[in-house]
């Protein structure tokens, strides 16, 4: 939008359709393999109604205007997410039938409709990264006022170093210690074995589900899903039937092997009303084969 504003402003109309062609050569370019995976695997309807409409359908129920507010102060108050805002505003002010006005004036105007548009979901914290490109006219404003305070260069870069640090030394911290957690991890050595586990344990033909909206377990096992709901939970709740047909696909057909994810966050991820029914069916027909390697798996009784 802020481009688009730009270029009208300007009357650059030529110079904006070269802006839309590529904007969307580059969707295509993207969409394309996507498309073709999802038509000839025959899972396009699946993926469009779980995904698409799926989390549309999460994002827009946010329960009217008090909740929608709520959500909008939780994603502005958020990783210094107020600061864009207020850069483009002041610039807007200062910058008033200047140059530049239209620049930052459609800048502000795409801030606040995308922490809008993010206040009408659950307004979880890992959509804010989407703000993250807002963030840059907000530090090249902030650099610009650094490089004009010091005239010296060796001062000047000296200050501009040290800025950029504190900017990103909590990102950094961050990093670092996320980067170790991956160094130290072995899920991907449990997940192998886990999987390697089923498949020993089942025949080709037999199919298992994992519960909760984690998919792990499947890419490491040759053994196919029981439900065409192979996450539940999110916006699958939002979707009319759903949660009937889940449960009915895995009454009926049985499958060989359960999986409870047992990691992190995994007992959060199990929902009464989708999983309930399952877990009756655990205890009366179902025996448990391991508890390790980061799942609970559960094989049918022959």
Same mark, same amino acid.
């Given at each position: 939008?802020?481009?688009?504003?730009?270029?009208?402003?300007?009357?650059?109309?030529?110079?904006?359709?070269?802006?839309?062609?590529?904007?969307?050569?580059?969707?295509?370019?993207?969409?394309?393999?996507?498309?073709?995976?999802?038509?000839?695997?025959?899972?396009?309807?699946?993926?469009?109604?779980?995904?698409?409409?799926?989390?549309?359908?999460?994002?827009?129920?946010?329960?009217?205007?008090?909740?929608?507010?709520?959500?909008?102060? %939780?994603?502005?108050?958020?990783?210094?997410?107020?600061?864009?805002?207020?850069?483009?505003?002041? #610039?807007?002010?200062?910058?008033?039938?200047?140059?530049?006005?239209?620049?930052?004036?459609?800048?502000? #105007?795409?801030?606040?409709?995308?922490?809008?548009?993010?206040?009408?979901?659950?307004?979880? $914290?890992?959509?804010?990264?989407?703000?993250?490109?807002?963030?840059?006219? $907000?530090?090249?404003?902030?650099?610009?006022?650094?490089?004009?305070?010091?005239?010296?260069?060796?001062?000047?870069?000296?200050?501009?170093?040290?800025?950029?640090?504190?900017?990103?030394?909590?990102?950094?911290?961050?990093? *670092?210690?996320?980067?170790?957690?991956?160094?130290?991890?072995?899920?991907?050595?449990?997940?192998?074995? $886990?999987?390697?586990?089923?498949?020993?344990?089942?025949?080709?033909?037999?199919?298992?589900?994992?519960?909760?909206?984690?998919?792990?377990?499947?890419?490491?096992?040759?053994?196919?899903? $029981?439900?065409?709901?192979?996450?539940?939970?999110?916006?699958?709740?939002?979707?009319?039937? %759903?949660?009937?047909?889940?449960?009915?696909?895995? #009454?009926?057909?049985?499958?060989?092997?359960?999986?409870?994810?047992?990691?992190?966050?995994? *007992?959060?991820?199990?929902?009464?009303?989708?999983?309930?029914?399952?877990?009756?069916?655990?205890?009366?027909?179902?025996?448990?084969?391991?508890?390790?390697?980061?799942?609970? #798996?559960?094989?049918?009784?022959?």
């Amino acid at each position: 939008m802020v481009i688009f504003i730009e270029e009208i402003s300007k009357r650059r109309f030529t110079r904006l359709c070269k802006y839309l062609s590529g904007f969307c050569l580059g969707i295509i370019i993207i969409f394309i393999p996507i498309f073709l995976y999802l038509k000839l695997n025959g899972i396009m309807d699946a993926f469009l109604n779980q995904v698409i409409f799926g989390g549309a359908a999460k994002g827009f129920s946010a329960g009217g205007l008090k909740e929608t507010v709520k959500n909008f102060y %939780a994603v502005i108050n958020r990783n210094g997410s107020l600061i864009p805002l207020f850069t483009g505003l002041f #610039l807007m002010i200062t910058k008033f039938k200047q140059s530049g006005f239209y620049y930052y004036s459609g800048y502000t #105007l795409s801030y606040f409709l995308m922490v809008l548009f993010l206040s009408f979901s659950s307004g979880d $914290a890992h959509y804010n990264m989407v703000l993250v490109p807002f963030f840059v006219p $907000a530090l090249v404003f902030l650099v610009d006022i650094l490089d004009s305070a010091f005239p010296v260069m060796k001062a000047k870069n000296a200050i501009l170093v040290l800025f950029f640090c504190l900017v990103f030394s909590e990102g950094l911290a961050k990093y *670092i210690f996320d980067f170790s957690k991956i160094i130290r991890d072995n899920s991907g050595s449990q997940l192998i074995k $886990a999987g390697k586990m089923i498949d020993e344990n089942t025949k080709p033909t037999d199919k298992i589900i994992s519960l909760g909206f984690n998919g792990y377990i499947y890419p490491f096992t040759q053994r196919d899903i $029981a439900s065409k709901y192979c996450y539940q939970g999110s916006g699958l709740t939002y979707m009319p039937g %759903a949660k009937d047909e889940f449960i009915s696909d895995i #009454l009926t057909s049985k499958p060989a092997i359960i999986a409870l994810f047992t990691g992190e966050y995994g *007992i959060s991820q199990i929902i009464d009303d989708w999983h309930e029914p399952i877990f009756k069916m655990i205890d009366s027909e179902y025996r448990l084969l391991s508890d390790e390697n980061g799942f609970s #798996l559960f094989i049918r009784n022959e």
